[in-house]
């Protein structure tokens, strides 16, 4: 054999033997065309690096299911809590897709930059390793974004309310969700998608690659769907630096994660490099280098450590996170003094006395649900007084000295389904009539006991939800219920379908009557007629009256009465004068079948009215007009600064 001829066939001796199987032409190509990038990323992430991707789809589907809830209720107490679910599920799903959109775009550079690296790297295996890191570091940034944001909304949003609300109620819901939540949804988006797209990644099958990428997305927003359902309610700036400390945590569990497989493709790097006998200088370089990139990597907790000074510094200065009076709560609005606040289970109640006007009033999100007159301790909203007048419709067997004084006999029992500052309840209270009370918010009673004079021993006071309290009620309980559950610029809608009506009639004795304050529009056909048509499931006779039809496109409160029995009243110039002439109360029994609105006409008017249900209950949707212009009346009521201390 020849020097040249062994000289060939030296590298051939130094091949690995061939496979026990013979490799066909079309494998063969397969394999020349196949990168070592390619077949490295097809495998699938490493598993540190798989543990804090699913960190990442499980934290991401937290932390936007808790801000779907919370970014209306922090929006509330400006807003109402009608106007700020306008257009916020098509702005949460376009937030979301812009943050996916950006993630696949990073995605594509950690590829790019993991194949440029791949060109003097020594193996596939470590660009792998690589391209995992990256994606980690990626949802570890976005996560340490996440919680400087929701851990500062509350400080922010003072200043954000105070500049949307220069754009009113159309637009500035929509700037106040897109300075305070948006963002988050957008990176959530992102880390969804970019932790999708290395689970997903497999450049030999891109439809594969898209399917597992949907798949991804579509357990992510499941999961995001089944954390909505759960009956989980904070307060507002709690539940924000919960969400907060909840993104600092799971940042701080993927660096680790990250951290420790940097750790483990450092020490393989050397091993490779000495193994394939680089110069000696080079494996020291490579050294240096991981050590400098450890040093480097103790400052990535520096966030977890900015995180936790934010957080400090919102719970311990923010009036949103004081449970009572915070200290410039009265001093931020001159001419109103803060009595009273908390936060409770309808948003934030508070009670201020006006100064100027001399009147006290009790505040709930963003609507005024009750308020007296300081001097005389009368209501501020005649509409009120008009539940008295269920003791004096003609035909009921209650004494005949209700006609003339009012004066009950102790044998009569009333309702009153929401509370307000208890004006119908008192009253009644007063006229000897036994009164239960059915309040959903502890805050509400408290204000009305504590500031507002509502008596102590009423006959029963039910911190409850009212549908579920006359669903199971006796029957033939009360000879009234006074419905009043207006506040927040809406009424609850499953107080208002015909099953809520039949169970209100239920407990009513036979000759009982029904008086149910509805805050709308005296010119508003479609709601007043479909309300109309749902009594009218379960009471022949109904009338209404509003407080005021001077004005009948202004939103306004009025007042049904349905009963069994035609309701005719005897409303006395004996009676007026028994209880005070000169008084509110007389007033505005005095007036009130002037304001009759006619229902009649409003059901003639439309073509098509069919009872309001629990299945089909479009009030909701139609009380987004009336929203606004109650947002107009409250700023005319008070001036802005007194909307946004709360």
């Known amino acids: 054999m020849s020097s040249a001829t062994a000289r060939r066939r030296k590298p051939d001796a130094q091949q690995p033997p061939p496979s026990s199987s013979a490799e066909t032409p079309s494998s063969s190509s397969r394999k020349e065309n196949s990168s070592p990038r390619d077949a490295a990323a097809t495998a699938g992430p490493s598993a540190l690096i798989l543990i804090s991707i699913l960190i990442s789809f499980i934290s991401t589907a937290i932390i936007v ?8 209720q922090i929006l509330e107490p400006v807003y109402g809590n009608i106007l700020p679910h306008s ?26 930059v993991a194949t440029i690296g791949s060109v003097s790297a020594s193996g596939s295996e470590a660009d792998q390793l690589t391209t995992d890191t990256r994606t980690a570091r990626a949802s570890a940034i976005a996560f340490d974004v996440t919680a400087a944001i929701t851990a500062l909304a509350p400080q922010r949003a ?7 609300g220069r754009l009113g109620p159309k637009w500035g819901p929509f700037v106040s969700h897109s300075a305070l939540v948006y963002p988050v949804f957008i990176l959530g988006g992102f880390t969804a998608a970019v932790c999708a797209a290395r689970v997903s990644y497999n450049p030999r ?9 949907g798949a991804c997305l579509a357990a992510a927003s499941l999961a995001t769907w089944v954390v909505l359902q759960l009956p989980i309610q904070h307060r507002t700036c709690h539940g924000l630096l919960l969400n907060a400390g909840y993104a600092a945590l799971s940042s701080l569990m ?34 240096n280098a991981y050590l400098g990139e450890s040093r480097l990597r103790r400052l990535r907790f520096v966030p977890t450590a900015a995180f936790v000074l934010f957080a400090a510094t919102t719970l311990l200065s923010d009036p949103l996170c004081a449970s009572g009076l915070a200290a410039r709560s009265s001093a931020s609005t001159p001419g109103y003094a803060m009595l009273s606040r908390a936060e409770s289970v309808t948003g934030w109640v508070s009670v201020s006395d ?39 419709v003609r035909g009921r067997s209650s004494s005949p000295k209700a006609r003339q004084t009012l004066a009950g006999d102790g044998t009569e029992r009333a309702l009153q389904i929401g509370l307000g500052i208890g004006v119908s309840a008192r009253s009644l209270h007063e006229q000897n009539v036994r009164v239960d009370v059915v309040e959903i918010d502890p805050a509400v009673y408290r204000a009305a006991v504590d500031f507002f004079m509502l008596p102590t021993n009423l006959n029963a006071v039910h911190l409850a939800d009212g549908r579920r309290f006359i669903d199971t009620a006796q029957t033939h ?20 379908s015909t099953s809520a009506i039949e169970q209100i009639r239920r407990i009513l004795k036979p000759d009982g009557i029904l008086a149910m304050n509805y805050v709308g529009i005296p010119n508003d056909s479609r709601s007043l007629a479909h309300i109309t048509f749902t009594l009218r499931t379960a009471f022949p006779h109904i009338r209404c009256f509003a407080e005021t039809l001077e004005d009948p496109d202004a939103m306004v409160n009025m007042m049904f009465f349905a009963s069994p029995r035609p309701v005719r009243f005897d409303i006395t110039p004996g009676l007026l004068r028994a209880i005070g002439s000169s008084s509110i109360r ?39 007009g009336p929203a606004i212009q109650h947002w107009h009346a409250m700023r005319n009521l008070f001036p802005e600064n007194y909307w946004l201390n709360y």
Not at 65 to 72: D, E, T, V
Not at 357 to 382: C, D, K, M, Q, Y
Not at 483 to 493: E, K, L, M, N, R
Not at 598 to 622: G, M
């Open 87 to 112: 257009g916020c599920s098509s702005a949460t799903v376009t937030s979301l897709a812009i943050g996916a959109a950006i993630g696949l775009v990073y995605w594509r550079h950690i590829v790019s």
């Open 586 to 624: 007389a007033r505005a029994l005095q007036d009130m079948e002037k304001n009759e609105v006619d229902i009649d006409a409003a059901v003639s008017r439309l073509d098509r009215v069919k009872p309001i249900t629990d299945t089909w209950n479009p009030l909701p949707q139609w009380q987004a």
């Open 254 to 287: 993927i660096k680790l994660l990250a951290g420790r497989q940097e750790d483990l493709d450092a020490a393989d790097a050397l091993d490779r490099a000495r193994r394939h006998d680089q110069q000696q200088t080079q494996h020291s370089k490579q050294k």
């Open 477 to 496: 309980t009360y000879d009234y219920v006074v419905h009043d559950v207006f506040t927040g610029g809406s009424v609850p809608a499953p107080l208002f």
């Open 354 to 392: 006006d100064t100027t006007r001399r009147l006290r009033v009790l505040r709930s999100g963003h609507s005024i649900i009750g308020g007296h007159w300081n001097s005389t301790g009368e209501s501020i909203f005649a509409i009120f007084y008009y539940a008295d007048a269920v003791r004096l």
């Open 65 to 72: 299911a808790s801000l779907i809830r919370m970014g209306p």
């Open 205 to 213: 099958s891109p439809t594969r690659q898209w399917t597992v990428f």
């Open 158 to 164: 003072e200043y954000v309310f105070r500049w949307s």
